[in-house]
């Protein structure tokens, strides 16, 4: 059996109109996503990735997607299943378009669809959820999956071997109880920078009303439009919630540092993107001035070797990684097991359109089966567009509920797919008058 | 008078068949450019830029380009010309797109040559040389052209004021030697991973011979290779020839640090990228370690965030700005400020297509209005492809000459443009066996 074809789709909602998703950073997003489906010989059996973006530009990401097809087209299904690694090396390594990075931005987000889409055609062919599968597998064999390039100085495979073999110990223990009581999240909805202030403070109780232990507000457009908002949330939730803020990488340095000490009165459990995602000093230095708020970020963090620096920097308290911005789940494990080896928490972040789909798996897996624990480690969860998914993210008392469905949870309904594909999807044509 | 149209063109050239630029991570470039034209109501005016790739994805860096029309198309010429910054400010601050990067890979280089468009129209519409333009220009108006977001904690507006005004002291007399000498070159030629240890030596003496008075050579791939290439290139060159080696980011931390090491009976100058350009820690790890053997790198530096770290950490003892990586003239006039500021010397990347001609005109800025000197300060020269452009870089005794001709030497010439357009250009209808 064969990967017969490499199908793009351009896939695009209209969230701008609501203003769900604002902050400091993006007024106006339009979530969505280039989408890939690797199908197979077998009808029944494809592999769905796809990269998230805000809109416009979803093109241009299509587009780089489209061209790693001859990559992947005409491979075998049982032995790209069998080390998915081998794709990944393969489309990270492709010398001439490795140029256009190296390893960032729009051709690496593209290779980490693919390579997506690969690990999920792995865990359906496999008929496991892919925490699952990546809980069961070999240690050396997980080792074997992750680019030690540019990492050996923090990270080498004997060591990534030794991790995961210390990870494994009572794993069965933590497989049940994930399974009882999934795993933490926290939530953004009553967060985002265009709600009005009693929307924010209803839908802060909410939250709590909801089991939620944490909740995340758009901090950075304007100080004493956060110190209100702050305010309100705070006494929305009480003493007891953690309440981190989000900057979106809003600051300089120096900005950064004193606008969260303006902030400190209502304890910012965390402060997210304060400044470039680049800016690994920067973050140290903010990091150093702010403390004890922790400092997060990871979801514009490029690749492997920048969240290796901001390890070791000790430059975050909290490392936030995507599961739709880098390589693809090759490099979430390499950035796992840098985690684990630092000590960091990891707290993905997710929204978006998917993103919460995939994550948990992440999550779930360093769980089970690396970290063997969920202190301090919460997954957001931002409740918008999971009704076009197969197997939606779902939270209870405040947790995701754990996924049991075959698979990487990348795959959204053909429905969905008809209808905001962009610009000619059911949605557009009537939001343009056309028939 | 208004921009009056974006054009873009996929210009590939074969230079995959005779192994020139081939290096240990690049072993068969096809040498190409996603090319834009600002047309304007004047059809003697019109501004040029470009994305220099290698080959496969040049279709869509083009495609990357072109999404950026509609913040182009439409406006007043003269206003544009008068502040392109306002154009960088508005192509880097789209939200959406800003999501793709931020500010990296594909969609910041697309920025970038959109960007180098508009300074290219505004030295045409000038009647002068961009470094012209750029040194005479008032100090206020250059540091206003700068985008100082993630900057401040190293490069403030006001020392960028300073630092210009300090530059312009006695500016006629080195403006005078400049264009009597022109501006130190080094050249690549001889060192192509491809080429035999015969060609190599043959190259090299003619090197000297040409007056350059560096070299460098592509090492990484193979250690003894490297050794007997840099033994035979030391013995064509002499002991007072400047050898600089690249790595061309092949190697981890530690390999860089023992490989520099082992090269070192062979006195080489700078070792250039010797891991990934996303490793400031690692840079500055080396750097401790090979001294006094340089540290060099830039080329793949995707924006000024990475070099202001760089600099701070002390990880590079020579920065390689690259004209069309970043986001355009206006973010390689902070990276030149930055260099400023901490001492660095500049020594541009050049080669690929185009490079040449562009990257003249920022170092020559830079040695008559900023830094003032050419010490320990080289660009990059390699004899490729120059015949495609209206004005085309040319060196003589070792020096890159003065550009005189109005622009930003961007300007493709139409035969070679409708010649190597691809797929459907001349060349590679011919290529294909094509009438």
Redesign the interface.
Known sequence: MRITSLDTFDIRFPTSRELDGSDA??????YSAAYVILRTDDPRLSGHGFTF?????N???V??IG?LRDHVVGRDVAEVCADPGSVSRDLVG????????????????AVGAVVNAVWDLAAKRAGVPLWKLLADADPEWVADQID??????ALTRSEAVALLRRGRQDMEIREALLIERGYPAYTTSPGWLGYSDEKLTRLAKKAVADGFSQIKLKVGADLADDVRRCRAARAAVGPAIRMAIDAN?RW????AIEWVKALAEFDPYWIEEP????????HA?IRAAVAPVKVATGE?V??R??F??LL??EAIDVLQLDAARVGGVNENLAILLLAAKFGVPVCPHAGGVGLCELVRHLSMFDYVALSGTTTDRVIEYVDHLHEHFADPARVRNGCYVTPTAPGFSAEMLPDSIATYSYPDGVFWRADRGEA
């Open positions: 950073m993006n007024p106006d997003p339009d973006t805000i809109g416009r530009g093109d241009v990401q587009a780089a061209i492709d010398s001439q378009l490795r140029w256009l990075g190296p390893e960032k931005g729009v051709m690496h987000m030690y390039r540019y990492l050996t100085d990488q300089n340095v120096g900005e400044t470039s995602p680049d800016d690994v000093l920067g230095a514009h490029q690749n070797i920048v290796k620096q070791q920097a």
